[in-house]
């Protein structure tokens, strides 16, 4: 079947692949061969990134091999958690200048998205400053807790560049493998609602393995949806929703309430246009998930692919 032009617009580069972190758990040489099949695949419009450690660059040219100019690989770059400002500023600098060198000596095989990386506990506007001189242009999504989520959006958006040169966003942990990892959908709610109200970018990773929320043996809790993650996201930017409109959605489990047309995407009575759709995606950029298979197997199962 076509696919819908509205899911389409929710989906189109919303799946950064995170094979080598868990659950799955791969080695780099398994994950990149399954790259390199994803982004020949008829869903590889949905692929994103390519999840690697800043660390682990050096390994990947051994493999490019598998990849070509009409299916390159792009990679979504991964910087070190670190436990102080300091340890951070030094693993920043360490990353940005591997990113620069691995771009400058790369060809029109690969080609890094942007860079992610946990902010410390300690940080402060002085080296929220101090970082972005050293991404300069590089787009960055910085992480903290969702507990944290908030006061980090107001933080980052306060200190984000004015020019359009360097793109700060905010990363927001949804899952793990345990029920604890999980955020609530009022935390979640919040960062929505936030990230809409501040214009800032944000991103998801972890736990986002199904369209449609649902309780899971194998985390023994719910896990968050990614339509109704992104369906949030875009729903409540476009109709301005507070955190309490925004949880509603966030914990629908019946696949029958989204709907998905040429026109439009829908959830329940509350409707975003295709095109308006396709503009809030500027600020909704996509989520880490450990397989591909997973999401396209559970679009199918509901005959949206």
Known sequence: MAVSASLRALLERAIDYAGMFPPCALALEPALRNQASYVRSVEAWMLNGFVLPVGQFDQITQFLSEFDPRHPLRIAALGPKTASVDAFLEALANAATAIRSFSRDGNDLVSISHLEMVLPDDIDSASLKKAEAITGELPVFWEAPPEKAEQTIV????????????????????????????PSSVQIAHAL????????????????????????????????????????????????????????????????????????????????????????????????????DEPRDDLRALKLL
């Open 193 to 292: 609602v936030a990230a809409a109200l501040h214009q800032l970018p944000i991103k998801f990773t972890a736990g986002l393995h199904h369209p449609v929320r649902q309780f899971r043996d194998e985390v023994k809790t719910k896990m968050h949806g990614f339509i109704n993650v992104l369906g949030a996201a875009v729903l409540a930017a476009e109709h301005q929703w507070n955190a309490g409109q925004t949880v509603a959605i966030l914990d629908e489990e019946d696949p029958r309430s989204f709907s998905f047309t040429d026109d439009f995407f829908a959830w329940r009575d509350w409707k975003i246009a295709t095109e308006r759709l396709q503009e809030r995606r500027k600020f909704v950029r996509s989520f880490g998930s450990c397989s591909f």
């Open 155 to 182: 933080f980052i958006a306060r200190h984000k560049p004015n020019d359009a040169s360097a793109k700060f966003g905010y990363k927001l942990r949804t899952g793990g493998v345990t029920a604890d990892a999980f």
